[in-house]
């Protein structure tokens, strides 16, 4: 950070003698974090420990006076043991400290102290300090330790953080104003007395993903953009993996100094490949910013190291460990070394306006704005062949191989902010964190399309990508295709395409392809071999009716009738004027104009307009380029802030585990305005009167069985009983329907409409997410069930109801009266925001949902409650993986009454296979 430390009030003076040792207390390892600093490099932050004593002097030791001065109010020439030990033992919960680590070394501290009350133990506001090393300071060391000072603390019971900060500390003081907290500030006596909840709130959420963007982009740009490059492991034999990365830095362009190093080479003064050799990294000139790894698995630690110690930046590991921990431990040693890291089994990386073939592929892509990157390095390489064999211009590409560190998250974020990137390409077997995944490339789909190869996709993959606004493809050549088009021509404003030709059955082809694909076609055929001009001036003129053009640009083989037969028929059919037509009114027009001809040869003549060597590739892209430029027009929407009782909700679930009672999860969904129309349990006919009285009538009496719930075509229900004689008659009938022993409730009948379903669970892979759809048992079958990743805004809300197949029936289908659907989306976002701040629910169902034209009635609900997983999304800023946040100890502890039976519900929309998931 460029802050000077922060500065609490001067600390009492220490006791003469050590203070004893606090009682012992469980170490929280799930406070450990590695963080991405402003500038792109890395630290690692965890909790005090005793031993740190052996870190603390040398970190004085670097500090000067003036930083020594603003933290403690004055000047101190030294830490006695008494310091030592008093800043060192901590218990965590009223006394608690954090350190930031880089290379083994302590460069920043930040440390909270509670008061005591005498009645009720420790307060709920915490005194904090900070303390940053001066050669660390405008790194953003202070801004992180602050975010998760702030997350520690509040999960032992600190809400408020105070802090006296000398006026002249102006650094430190703006730390904390602009984290995005709500501070009050106090003069006196020369100092600013701080003051804030430490609770997250929108602005200090959004200032943190601000720095997490900055952040992230920039250590992706330092991989990018290297002032020099070693090549560790680079041999002699050229087909070796070192060689050829070091033949490729040499033949790309690269400005900047390429050190192969190589001890053997080294000891007897040679080179490799014609460049001085060198024993170790740390032997070459300084700096060296990027190191590429060509090492076997077991010199990797050793390598990493070295290169840490030398002040290397980023990692590009070529070399496959084929060992998931051997994976974990580069990417943790690097980082605590300042390093990310790209792999292992990594094809390499390459910036194409940089000259930089860091890459195991020999040749650098055309220059151009197609940002790509793959997670398999074999698809990688077939898509760089692929992207040249089209003359598919790339701004950069990144292989990141096993993606133990860097992530297809960390493009989107440096995509973000590079300018030379017009279109996002990526192939990915997992998303990794998904929820972030999903936050970033809705965020960068505003400005640049995404498109994303990802074969398999589960139907929570596709509700992912589509409210993302990402193209998703299955193959390597439909993400080209769709890529050639956003590249090269502007988005289509919307479905109509004009399909234009000399060739009656092409046309007709290429016309039922864009029909099955969702687009309004309009055919446009001309005679048979027709001018340069007349396919000018016919695409001008169908541009005015049309959002795009397709373009035949193919003349019939010779083999074939037509005006190409005769005698002496043309070998090779000439298609210019086809082509040459195109090009003309490509240059006249402002919709995208697409051509698909013969062969695999691109005709000059098409140069710069996106070519297709088969109509379906064309009407596959065209179809791609739609959908994104429909979901870009759509608003982005706004999360709803509606009044909740969010601590009862959170009270009442706190501690509590397994499917709750009817009256539980009524008082749980009453807290976000969610309303159960109430039920009874009865046992004979004389309570089912006294209910009915209660409620009032008329009313609905309901067997509970199983095997009746949500199926009303079995006949377990009895209706729109208007008075007890009715009752009564209802109440035998349905007794000798479903037996004397089966549980039967009294409803009060609701307005009729529309029955449907509303669903949420907590997703091991993706987070808190809703579902919607009709009831039924026919919609059931066929799958007619959308899902929605949270945060849900009131846009998503809106497009979630309209996305079912059986929409149709909310809106007065086939005169029907509408139903009121915004009660239905208000219903939806109170559901959402019940999940994603809760956190404790597992699955929850409102089954049936009745929407009629008066509002909507919620008949039934079923809750499961379990102990929060912690989320990739959320929380300070910090590198996350699958089982790394544990949850706070006793979060089970205290389980209630409330607690009906075991979750053994089947069918949710966990129906996901079990993917390896690396870091993000």
Avoid at 68 to 96: C, E, K, M, W
Avoid at 557 to 562: A, F, N
Avoid at 644 to 660: H, I, N, S
Wanted: charged share 20%; net charge neutral; aromatic share 4%.
């Amino acid at each position: 950070m460029s802050a000077a430390p922060p500065a609490a009030g001067p600390p009492p003076p220490p006791s003469p003698q050590p203070p004893p040792s606090p009682q012992p207390h469980d170490y929280p390892a799930h406070w450990e974090a590695d963080v991405i600093l402003s500038d792109g490099g890395t630290a690692h932050i965890r909790p005090i420990r005793p031993a740190d004593g052996e870190l603390l002097r040398p970190f004085w030791s670097r500090l000067s006076t003036r930083t020594i001065y603003f933290r403690y109010f004055n000047v101190r020439r030294g830490l006695s043991d008494a310091d030592i030990a008093r800043t060192t033992n901590v218990d965590q919960r009223v006394r608690g400290a954090l350190v930031a680590l880089i290379g083994g070394e302590l460069v920043g501290l930040a440390h909270w102290e509670r008061g005591q009350s005498p009645d009720a133990g420790p307060t709920p506001e915490a005194e904090v300090a900070f303390l940053v090393e001066d050669a660390q300071q405008g790194r953003g060391i202070g801004s992180v330790l602050l975010e998760h000072l702030a997350a520690a603390a509040a999960e032992r019971g600190v809400r408020r953080f105070d802090a006296d900060v000398l006026s002249e500390n102006q650094q430190m003081i703006r730390v904390f104003l602009d984290a995005g907290y709500t501070v009050s500030r106090a003069w006196e006596s020369g100092a600013a007395h701080l003051s804030f909840d430490i609770a997250p709130t929108t602005r200090s959420v959004d200032v943190m993903r601000a720095r997490e963007h900055r952040a992230e982009a920039a250590s992706v740009h330092r991989l990018l953009h290297p002032r020099a490059v070693a090549v560790i492991g680079a041999g002699r034999d050229r087909e070796s993996l070192g060689n050829i990365v070091l033949r490729n830095l040499l033949a790309g362009g690269f400005d900047g100094p390429v050190y192969p190093v190589n001890p053997v080479a080294a000891a007897t003064g040679g080179a490799v490949a014609s460049v001085r050799a060198y024993a170790s990294v740390e032997d070459t000139p300084p700096p060296v910013d990027l190191a590429v790894l060509c090492v076997p698995p077991g010199e990797i630690p050793g390598v990493v190291a070295s290169c840490g110690r030398h002040g290397v930046r980023g990692l590009v590991v070529m070399t496959d460990q084929r060992d998931d921990e051997a994976d974990a431990r580069l990417a943790s040693d690097a980082r605590a070394r300042g390093m990310r890291v790209v792999g292992p089994a990594s094809l390499g990386l390459q910036n194409v306006a940089a000259g930089l073939n860091a890459s195991l592929v020999n040749q650098l892509p055309a220059p151009g704005r197609i940002g790509c990157y793959s997670q398999s390095g074999p698809l990688g390489g077939a898509l760089l062949e692929a992207a040249a064999a089209r003359g598919l211009g790339f701004s950069v590409f990144v292989s990141a191989g096993d993606r133990a560190d860097v992530s297809g998250n960390d493009l989107l974020q440096f995509w973000k902010a590079d300018t030379s990137t017009g279109v996002a390409l990526m192939h990915l077997e997992t998303f990794g964190n998904p929820r972030k995944f999903a936050r970033l490339a809705r965020w960068l789909g505003r400005d640049t399309p995404v498109v994303v190869v990802l074969s398999e996709r589960t139907p929570l993959d596709e509700a992912l990508l589509r409210q993302a606004g990402v193209i998703g493809v299955d193959r390597v050549s439909q993400g080209l295709d769709v890529a050639l088009l956003l590249a090269t021509c502007p988005l289509p404003a919307g479905n109509r395409v004009a399909v234009v030709g000399d060739s009656r059955a092409l046309v007709r082809f290429t016309a039922r392809a864009a029909d099955a694909a969702g687009l309004a076609v309009e055919e446009v055929l001309l005679p048979a071999g027709s001018s340069t001009e007349a396919f000018r001036a016919a695409l001008v003129s169908a541009a005015s009716r049309a959002d795009a053009l397709i373009t035949v640009a193919v003349r019939l083989p010779t083999s074939l009738p037509g005006p190409n037969s005769g005698p002496n028929p043309d070998p090779n059919p000439d298609p210019a004027p086809a082509a040459l037509g195109a090009a003309a009114a490509a240059r006249a027009v402002s919709v995208p104009v697409l051509a698909t001809v013969r062969g695999s040869r691109v005709p000059p003549e098409l140069s710069g307009l996106p070519v297709y060597f088969t109509p379906e590739a064309a009407v596959g892209a065209l179809r791609g380029a739609v959908a994104y430029a429909d979901w870009r027009a759509l608003p982005a929407g706004t999360i709803p802030t509606t009044p909740v009782r969010r601590d009862e909700a959170r009270r009442l679930t706190d501690g509590v585990t397994g499917r709750l009672t009817a009256g539980a999860a009524s008082e749980l969904l009453d807290c976000y305005g969610i309303d159960v129309v109430p039920s009874q349990v009865v046992r004979n006919a004389d309570e089912a009167v006294e209910a009915a009285e209660l409620f009032g009538w008329p009313v609905a009496l309901k067997a509970r069985a199983s095997r009746y719930r949500h199926r009303p075509e079995l006949g377990g229900q009895r209706l729109d009983l208007a008075d007890p004689a009715v009752l009564r008659t209802a109440w035998r009938s349905l007794v000798e329907r479903v037996g004397p022993d089966g549980p039967i409730v009294v409803q009060r009948m609701v307005p009729t409409g529309v029955a449907v379903v509303l669903g949420a669970e907590e997703n091991p892979r993706f987070g808190p997410l809703v579902s919607f759809g009709l009831a039924g048992a026919a919609t059931e079958l066929l799958g007619d069930r959308v899902h929605h990743i949270l945060p849900l805004a009131d846009a998503d809300a809106a497009r979630l109801v309209r996305s079912v197949k059986a929409a149709p029936l909310l809106f007065g289908y086939r005169g029907a009266a509408p139903v009121d659907v915004a009660a239905l989306e208000d219903l939806l976002l109170r559901l959402a925001r019940l999940v994603d701040e809760t956190g404790a629910v597992r699955r929850l169902a409102l089954e049936p949902v009745i929407v009629s034209a008066d509002g909507v009635s919620v008949l039934s609900a079923e809750i499961v409650l379990a102990p929060p997983i912690p989320r990739a999304d959320a929380g300070p800023r910090r590198f996350w993986r699958a089982g790394s946040q544990g949850a706070p100890a006793g979060a089970t502890a205290g389980a209630t009454a409330l607690v009906a039976e075991a979750d053994t519900q089947p069918g949710s929309a966990q129906r996901v296979p079990t993917v390896h998931n690396r870091l993000p």
